[in-house]
């Protein structure tokens, strides 16, 4: 340890008891000389010169800094004592102060910077003149009462000239440690720059969160956030309450992305949407909401904000929970049924486009989901037909297809003549949903259609098809309607009442291609979002082919209901069109015997000559098959006559009856023999005929081993 250096004398006055010495007056007797006499200025004049002198010195003498810092830290806290505060905060800095030391005279700035186990090092001198007082607060108001009273009435602290005054001060003091921070910091910043050791990690702490502090409450506002951006030493949870208090949320909000405090983060942004919090600086929080829950991939705390977003703003809510389904994970269908759940509770629009999302992208196959979607369909419908402008609209719109003869089907006809709005994209999407999906209950969903069967009776058709109620589907369809177009479709389609074709061109008039390719597998000709390429999924929607029976069924159903509406007309054409799928004794029994025969001749002419047609065919067929079986017998004939006759036996042995039974020994070597040599015979290629042989090779051959007799004339 380097000892201290002391001043010397070159005069000795000897004594017979003692040793003086004259030596010359130090820089802190001479100091303290000064403040003593409370010669400030002069105290001001000699801590510059020595410093001016000692900046002047080739090497730096450490004993004359250390002498130096002590001299401007005892004027400093000196002119501190005596609110003398501009001059304090220059002396203090020049002294080096420890910045905690000027720091723990403001309370509300020390916050839990400073705890009583603390210590700090200082000049023995300077901490026993230290000021007394607990905070800068009482070091003001001590001078106060000390200079004014009791010259001010009613008191010092309660007239109106020193509570001014003491708020001059106040706000003095604060400017002061401002100052003195911001240039304390730079030089801690310079030192490091220079490999410099310096006080360490707690004065860091302590000179930056009382500057965030000050700088929130001077609205600093750009120096706060330079000061954010660049420095870690802060303390959060000194700084959290001051910055909330002084309106600085954009700064607070930077100050938890900073520690990656994820969840205080979201819940300020989530103030700010809500309106507790007003910062201009905060721009577009939903978006940056969205932004950092996609960043950070956590799944629990998508969902919990994902679903409080939704009553913000949906679409952005959408986009995020959706995008937890990106990666191979899928939830459960309870889970995605809680989560709907939740988000229904927030914002029901929203969670009828979580819904949709869940059928139509995700494809999922729960009839939970299903059935929900089918329902919540059809209850907007009747919440749109509870406007009477609405179902005006809609039955004129089945007036005006009948009275124009439309040969198109209604739902094409709806669909392009129908001006563009929220229910008629409605009524198609139920429309299409009702008629792609095989996953919901049709009966509750006809129930409450059969409410409005006069308005909807497309839909109970479709319902009606789905319940394998064929008549009732056709009479919709032909009765209500009057679509018989869609009706003749209907049977040929065994049943399905929307086709792919009239789907398609649904969608691409109104923007359903998710509609339709995940009801009815038809492409979907948009790119992802994301501009990369992903395999098609798969649909719900099975085409299946129809059974031909069925087919003539629905067509006899189909003329059964033209007959019932007197539509002679539309039966004639259907039995002209539909001639190869209707049986002549069954159309006959249905026609009406006041029909005129000329509106049946052309069914009954082409019926005939397709039935003498299939006549003459048979024929033809069975001829081929004569001929085939007698050359068969004869390629036989040998191999019959080399395996030789079959012996029948008696058998010794009676029955219970006393009766004789018999016995046949099936000579195993001839017959196996006679089975290698037709089994050599080539055959001829198979008669593919309604008529089949009467004979064929083998059953011979197997016959005539059993010991049967056969006329092969």
């Excluded at 990106?326 to 229904?344: C, F, M, V, W």
């Excluded at 009815?520 to 992903?534: D, H, I, R």
């Excluded at 079959?646 to 004789?660: H, P, R, T, V, W």
Aim: with cysteine; proline share 5%.
């Amino acid at each position: 340890m380097r000892l201290p250096t002391f001043p010397r004398s070159n005069l000795l006055v000897l004594d017979t008891n003692s040793i003086q010495s004259l030596v010359p007056s130090t820089v802190i007797s001479q100091l303290e000389s000064l403040l003593e006499g409370h010669r400030l200025d002069e105290a001001f004049n000699l801590a510059d010169q020595r410093r001016k002198k000692l900046e002047e010195s080739i090497a730096i003498d450490e004993d004359e800094a250390d002498e130096l810092r002590y001299v401007y830290q005892r004027i400093g806290f000196q002119c501190f004592k005596e609110t003398l505060f501009e001059e304090a905060g220059k002396h203090l800095f020049n002294g080096e102060t420890d910045p905690r030391l000027l720091i723990s005279y403001y309370p509300d700035l020390r916050g839990s910077l400073l705890g009583t186990d603390d210590t700090i090092d200082v000049y023995s001198g300077v901490a026993e003149r230290m000021p007394t007082e607990e905070s800068v607060e009482d070091i003001i108001i001590s001078n106060l009462v000390k200079n004014y009273s009791p010259h001010l009435s009613p008191n010092t602290m309660e007239a109106p000239p020193t509570a001014e005054l003491r708020k001059i001060l106040g706000m003095a003091s604060r400017e002061m440690l401002l100052s003195f921070l911001r240039k304390t910091r730079t030089r801690q910043s310079v030192a490091r720059g220079k490999g410099v050791a310096t006080s360490g990690d707690p004065i860091d702490m302590a000179i930056d969160t009382v500057l965030v502090k000050l700088f929130a409450e001077f609205e600093h506002t750009q120096d706060l956030y330079a000061l954010l951006q660049e420095s870690s030493d802060i303390s959060l949870q000194d700084v959290e309450e001051p910055l909330e208090r002084q309106g600085q949320y954009n700064a607070l909000c930077m100050l938890y992305r900073r520690f990656e405090n994820h969840e205080k983060l979201l819940e300020s942004w989530s103030k700010v949407l809500d309106g507790k919090w007003t910062d201009d600086d905060i721009i577009d929080p939903a978006s940056q909401m969205v932004s950092l829950l996609m960043e950070k991939k956590d799944r629990q705390l998508t969902q919990r904000w994902g679903v409080w977003l939704t009553g913000k703003d949906p679409e952005k809510a959408l986009k995020l929970l959706t995008s937890r389904d990106t990666g191979k994970r899928r939830e459960k269908p309870e889970d995605d049924i809680a989560l709907l759940e939740q988000i229904e509770t927030v914002n029901p629009a929203a969670g009828q486009k979580y819904l949709e999302y869940l059928v139509l992208q995700r494809r999922s196959s729960s009839k939970v989901l299903h059935v929900r979607l089918a329902s919540s369909l059809v209850n907007q419908l009747f919440d749109y037909l509870n406007d009477e402008t609405v179902s005006k609209l809609w039955r004129a719109k089945a007036s005006s297809f009948f009275s124009t003869h439309n040969e198109s089907s209604f739902l094409s006809y709806f669909a392009t003549t129908t001006p563009d709005s929220p229910h008629k994209l409605l009524r198609l999407k139920t429309i299409l949903f009702l008629a792609g999906s095989t996953r919901y209950e049709p009966e509750p969903i006809r129930q409450r259609l059969s409410e409005r069967e006069n308005i909807l009776a497309l839909e109970l058709a479709v319902i009606d098809g789905k319940l394998g109620r064929h008549k009732l589907a056709l009479q919709s369809l032909v009765h209500t309607i009057h679509d018989s177009t869609t009706a003749e479709a209907y049977c040929a389609l065994g049943g399905e009442l929307v086709t792919p074709k009239i789907a398609l061109s649904i969608a691409e008039d109104h923007g359903l291609q998710e509609w339709t390719s995940a009801l009815f597998g038809l492409p979907v000709p948009t790119k992802p979002p994301n501009g990369k390429a992903t395999s098609a999924p798969t649909s719900l929607y099975r085409a299946r082919s129809v059974n031909e029976d069925l087919k003539k069924d629905l067509l006899k159903i189909l003329l059964e209901v033209y007959m019932d509406d007197k539509q002679a007309e539309r039966a004639a054409r259907l039995l002209n069109a539909q001639a190869v799928n209707l049986d002549v004794l069954d159309v006959i029994s249905l026609v009406p015997s006041n029909w005129p025969v000329n509106m049946m001749t052309s069914f009954l002419s082409r019926s005939f000559r397709r039935t003498l047609h299939a006549q003459h065919e048979g024929q033809i067929v069975k001829n081929i098959s004569a001929g085939q079986n007698l050359e068969i017998k004869d390629r036989t004939w040998q191999p019959l006559q080399e395996a030789g006759a079959i012996l029948e036996e008696e058998d010794e042995n009676d029955d219970d009856d006393g009766g004789k039974l018999l016995s046949y020994d099936e000579k195993d070597s001839v017959a196996q023999l006679l089975i290698e040599k037709v089994a050599a015979i080539q055959q001829p290629p198979p008669v593919t005929a309604d008529v089949v042989p009467d004979l064929n090779g083998v059953n011979v051959a197997q016959r005539e081993t059993e010991g049967r007799t056969h006329d092969l004339r």
